[in-house]
């Protein structure tokens, strides 16, 4: 095992903060630290804690393995992080639990997406009051994309990871098909239909309807005792 070297922790982070075109100032402001301490960090004089690193990261459009010199799955950076969409806005449609009226309704959501260098980070909101709920980075390749999450605030007593699947093969231009695997407040799995668009439109009855689980998921989840949602078939 090779032995951790902080002077080249610290001097990746300067080479990827210079490439990316950021002063010290820069990102300090971006991970909430001071300029002496983005200093201490590059020179490996301070290393930086599990959240600190996470935060770099994000700043810098890095996977933590560019760090520590881990070459390992790196090709999956270069063409599977970047976003496919071409919007920064994906809406987001199904039967969701309100937490102000505290029932299950039909509701529409938002993705907010930004693309930073080759990593494509992912905002979970709400609709009406623009609150956001969770945030993580998009995967994906030809047919389907991933959306996975973790809580939005670090200091929530709810543990939620929650990810959502899209079949992109169909098109984009069109409404998507997909699911939503998330938690509830007892951590119960849950896992919905939905449908994702690039329009902001209506949440319409027939909508609904076809969110519904059909005779063939059924069918399998009597067989088989699992759920396979029928997303690919349009």
Known sequence: MSEFNSKD???RIKNYRISKGLTQENLAKAI?????TVRRFESGELIPDAKD?????AELGIY???LYGNDINRTIRSSKSINPFNTNKIYVYFNAYN???????????IIELEQKQNICKAKFVDYHDKRIYSEGYLICNDEIAFIVMNNYEPSSTR?????LEINIGSGMEELMLGGYFGTNQKGEPSLRKCYFSKKNIEFTDKMVEDLKLNEVEKEILEKQNALYLDIFNR
């Open 9 to 11: 922790f610290g001097e």
């Open 32 to 36: 909430s630290k001071s300029q002496s």
């Open 99 to 109: 937490y102000r009226t505290k029932k299950f309704a039909p509701d529409k959501y």
């Open 159 to 163: 543990v939620d990871a929650p990810v």
């Open 53 to 57: 690193v996470s935060l770099i990261c």
């Open 64 to 66: 933590e393995a560019d």
